[in-house]
């Protein structure tokens, strides 16, 4: 049974930092989708970035238009670990972060931010950021 254990969130000032990690466990070296989705209170969860991982290597990374040019999304395959860097955080992103896999690579069908494609979910991880 896969496991997905996200850490580092936190509370920061907006145009802060934080850099959120999510050690996956039991996932094979097979080809999947992995993700970073959140979900602030009164809304629906939405996707942040995703990644296509494929013989070890990153064969796609993107992130939401929200995200462009803050966030950022990296994985290391040794450690079959998965990262998100988030730089000048606004409060708007305060929310509580989830890692999501995909390992049936659903995800080059129904979309790469599609919530529905991933089999796989972390607990969350909380992150606010106040003005």
């Known amino acids: 049974q896969v496991q997905l254990v996200e850490s580092g969130g936190g509370s920061v000032q907006a145009g802060g930092s934080l850099t959120l990690s999510c050690a996956a466990s039991?996932?094979?070296?097979?080809?999947?989708?992995m993700g970073w989705f959140r979900q602030a209170p009164g809304k629906e969860r939405e996707g942040v970035a995703s990644?296509?991982?494929?013989?070890?290597?990153?064969?796609?990374?993107d992130v939401a238009d929200f995200a462009k040019g803050r966030f950022t999304i990296s994985q290391d395959n040794v450690k079959n670990t998965l990262f998100l860097q988030m730089n000048s955080l606004k409060p708007d992103d305060t929310a509580m972060y989830y890692c999501?896999?995909?390992?049936?690579?659903?995800?080059?069908?129904?979309?790469?931010?599609?919530?529905?494609?991933?089999?796989?979910r972390g607990q969350g991880t909380q992150v606010t950021v106040s003005s």
């Open positions: 990644i296509y991982i494929s013989g070890g290597s990153t064969h796609y990374a």
């Open positions: 999501a896999a995909d390992t049936q690579t659903s995800c080059r069908i129904l979309g790469y931010s599609a919530t529905t494609a991933y089999n796989y």
């Open positions: 039991e996932i094979s070296d097979s080809s999947r989708c």
